[in-house]
T-cell receptor, first 119, second 114 residues
Framework: AQKVTQAQTEISVVEKEDVTLDCVYETRDTTYYLFWYKQPPSGELVFLIRRNSFDEQNEISGRYSWNFQKSTSSFNFTITASQVVDSAVYFCALSQDLISNFGNEKLTFGTGTRLTIIP | DTAVSQTPKYLVTQMGNDKSIKCEQNLGHDTMYWYKQDSKKFLKIMFSYNNKELIINETVPNRFSPKSPDKAHLNLHINSLELGDSAVYFC?????????????FGPGTRLTVT
């Protein structure tokens, strides 16, 4: 069975501070995919990034960066110079390998981290 | 243009009623999903359809019945509503088969059962 743990339930930081959201996953598959989604107060879920298990390169997109480390089964998300618009619930998610789990592919979400940026 | 749309956005109804939530995607995606998000924000998949065929059917009461008339639509019908069904229901779609593809979510339908 696969599992995603986001141990930080809520985080509050002052605007312009950097903040890292932790994500730890468990899976028996060698091929898998990791995702981050953002859910702002308006409620919709917005895709941020997808990473496959064979690509451990860190990724940077503007103020967002992701650190994938297979050795620690972690896929952490850092926001640099946070802004009020970053306030949201952030979900980390894991999907199973298609071939070995044919017919049972599904996206398993963590419980989310509520990030509040204080102006 | 809205990529994944759901109607209604809010649904308030009494226990025992039957209700439907509609979902449409105009992205040309092959796969569609229904998720339930409870009051603690926990997201759990309910169903997945690929090219109108049911692929994933999680442990969901059989009062919930999805229907996919075509690739662009996946509706959710709920019979004999119960208080515990109160939640936000999200429809999503993805380009390809399997979960290596990112999913695009609808705005959600907040269902309140009184």
């Amino acid at each position: 069975a696969q599992k995603v743990t986001q141990a930080q339930t809520e985080i509050s930081v002052v605007e312009k501070e950097d903040v890292t959201l932790d994500c730890v996953y468990e899976t028996r598959d060698t091929t898998y995919y990791l995702f981050w989604y953002k859910q702002p107060p308006s409620g919709e879920l917005v895709f941020l990034i997808r990473r496959n298990s064979f690509d451990e390169q860190n990724e940077i997109s503007g103020r967002y960066s992701w650190n994938f480390q297979k050795s620690t089964s972690s896929f952490n998300f850092t926001i640099t110079a946070s802004q009020v618009v970053d306030s949201a619930v952030y979900f980390c998610a894991l999907s199973q390998d298609l071939i070995s789990n044919f017919g049972n592919e599904k996206l398993t979400f963590g419980t989310g981290t509520r990030l509040t940026i204080i102006p | 243009d809205t990529a994944v749309s759901q109607t209604p956005k809010y649904l308030v109804t009494q226990m025992g009623n039957d209700k439907s939530i509609k979902c449409e995607q105009n992205l040309g995606h092959d796969t569609m999903y229904w998720y339930k998000q409870d009051s603690k924000k926990f997201l759990k998949i309910m169903f997945s359809y690929n090219n109108k065929e049911l692929i994933i059917n999680e442990t969901v009461p059989n009062r919930f019945s999805p229907k996919s008339p075509d690739k662009a639509h996946l509706n959710l019908h709920i019979n004999s509503l119960e208080l515990g069904d109160s939640a936000v229901y999200f429809c999503a779609s993805s380009q390809g088969w399997g979960n290596s593809y990112e999913q695009y979510f609808g705005p959600g339908t907040r269902l309140t059962v009184t």
